[in-house]
C-alpha cells in the first residue's frame, strides 16, 4: 500500500515525536519548515484556551510559510492525543483538532473508534502509537489508518520488543503506513527502518537538545552529555515503564540503580504524589542520545540527519 499523499514528499522521512512538556508551536513549526512532521501533545497547552492559540499559531504560520515558498512548502504537524479514562480533556481537545482541521493525529493509550471517526470526518488520518503486536491489531480494528512501532529503547514509555521483531510481526498482515520508535538519531538509523519494512522514522529524544525545545537548558545538556549507559528503564514514576535519565534521577535524590517497583494499576502522572515527577523533574530520553553531541537548532538537527540519510544510502547502495 501507498504512503497517504500527507506523508509523502518530507525532506526525509521522519516525524518528530510529541514530546510532552517540551514540544510547543516554536518546535513544531521549525520542524515542519525543515521537511519534517512536527507534532506535539496536546496537554501541552494549559489550560485549554492555550490549544486553541497554539493551533491557531501553526496553521496559520505553516500557511504563510508555504505562501511564500510555493515550490518547498512545510511538512504537515501532528497532534497527540491521550486516549485514557484519566484525560478528561480529550473531547475538547478533539474538538479543536476538527476545528483546525489537524492532518494527522498521533493516539496514545487507547483505541477509540469515536475518535478515528473525527479525525476522519475532515480528511486527517490518525497514527496509533503500539509496543506490540496485539494492541497493533486492535488500534487498526478499530479504525487507525497507521501505526507507530514503539520498540525497545525509545524514550518515555517505550516497549521491550526488539525493533526487528516487533516490525517483522506487524508486517506479516499489515501493509499500511508504519513508523518506527526506538533509539533512531542518526540518518543511517532513519534507513535502517525503511530497511526493515517501517516507512518512517519516529525520533523524539535527539530534538528535547534543540534550541526551540521548551526543556530547562540543563535538561538539554544532560541529553549531549548522555549515553545509553545512562538509561534507566523503570514504572516507578508513573506506573508504566518508560526510559529515563539515570543522573536526572540522582539528582533528585534518588539512586538509580536501586528502584523500587511501582503498582502498575496506579497509573499516576504525578499529581498528588510524593515522589518526583516524570518529565518535569525525572527526564525521559532514549537510548539513541549518544548521537547526540550538542544543543542545535531543530533545522540544523533535520540537515545532520539528511546529510546522513543520503550518505547510508549512497554507503549501501
Not at 501493509?175 to 532513519?190: C, E, F, K, Q, R
Not at 539515570?246 to 517497583?261: F, H, Q, T, V, Y
Amino acid at each position: 500500500m501507498a504512503l497517504p499523499e500527507i506523508l509523502q514528499n518530507l525532506s526525509i522521512p521522519v516525524v518528530g515525536s510529541p514530546l510532552f512538556i517540551i514540544s510547543n508551536p516554536k518546535l513544531v513549526i521549525a520542524q515542519c519548515q525543515a521537511g519534517i512532521v512536527g507534532s506535539f501533545p496536546s496537554l501541552n497547552a494549559r489550560p485549554l484556551s492555550q490549544l486553541d492559540e497554539w493551533l491557531a499559531e501553526i496553521t496559520e504560520t505553516l500557511a504563510a510559510y508555504d505562501k511564500a515558498n510555493p515550490d518547498n512548502p512545510a511538512a504537515p504537524f501532528a497532534v497527540n492525543q491521550i486516549v485514557h479514562k484519566s484525560n478528561d480533556r480529550l473531547q475538547q481537545d478533539l474538538e479543536l483538532c476538527v476545528k483546525y482541521k489537524a492532518p494527522i493525529v498521533i493516539t496514545s493509550l487507547g483505541a477509540v473508534p469515536q475518535v478515528n471517526d473525527a479525525i476522519h470526518s475532515y480528511g486527517g488520518i490518525v497514527l496509533h502509537d503500539v509496543i506490540n503486536n496485539r494492541h497493533a491489531n486492535s488500534a487498526i480494528r478499530k479504525g487507525a489508518d497507521g501505526l507507530i512501532a514503539v520498540a525497545a529503547g525509545a524514550g518515555g514509555h517505550a516497549g521491550v520488543t526488539s525493533p526487528f521483531a516487533l516490525i517483522q510481526e506487524i508486517r506479516q498482515w499489515f501493509d499500511g503506513p508504519l513508523l518506527l520508535s526506538g533509539s533512531i538519531a542518526t540518518g543511517d538509523a532513519v534507513l535502517a527502518a525503511q530497511a526493515m519494512g517501517a516507512d518512517l522514522a519516529y525520533i523524539g529524544s535527539a530534538f528535547i537538545a534543540t534550541d526551540e525545545a521548551r526543556a530547562d537548558p540543563a535538561y538539554k545538556q544532560m541529553i549531549a552529555d548522555s549515553e545509553a549507559k545512562d538509561i534507566i528503564y523503570s514504572n516507578l514514576f508513573t506506573g508504566i515503564h518508560g526510559n529515563y535519565l539515570k543522573p536526572s534521577i540522582a539528582r533528585a535524590g534518588m539512586d538509580p540503580n536501586n528502584l523500587p517497583e511501582a503498582d502498575p494499576s496506579k497509573m499516576d502522572f504525578g499529581s498528588g504524589s510524593d515522589k518526583p515527577k516524570a518529565w518535569k523533574e525525572i527526564w525521559g530520553a532514549g537510548q539513541g542520545i549518544g548521537a547526540v553531541k550538542e544543543v542545535v537548532p531543530a533545522a540544523q538537527l533535520v540537515e545532520r540527519l539528511i546529510r546522513e540519510y543520503r550518505d547510508a544510502k549512497a554507503r549501501i547502495c
